[in-house]
């Protein structure tokens, strides 16, 4: 009886790390991975960007915020 019990504690453990560790990467990693994925999307449809200076690893690109593209949005897109 006391090894099923102990199996049974062991298995509570393996689920509460589970979990605690889908919280956090739902908390903190997931949001800066979307963001990224967002602004990669966003920057592969550009309309136009400034000149890039030299050195620079971001320039500024406008963007189309809805379909008809009767709005525009600044973004900074890295350089290519």
Do not use: H
């Not at 090894?3 to 062991?10: D, I, P, Q, T």
């Not at 602004?39 to 592969?44: H, L, M, P, Y």
Request: one cysteine or more.
């Amino acid at each position: 009886m006391k090894e099923a019990s102990g199996e049974l504690s062991m298995t509570a453990v393996a689920v509460v790390a589970i979990a605690a560790i889908g919280v956090v990467f739902t908390t903190l990693v997931w949001p800066s991975i979307k963001a990224n994925i967002v602004n990669q999307t966003r920057c592969s449809q550009t309309l136009s960007c400034e000149t890039a200076t030299s050195g620079a690893k971001t320039v500024k690109c406008t963007v189309c915020k809805d379909d008809n593209c009767s709005q525009t949005e600044e973004v900074y897109c890295p350089v290519k």
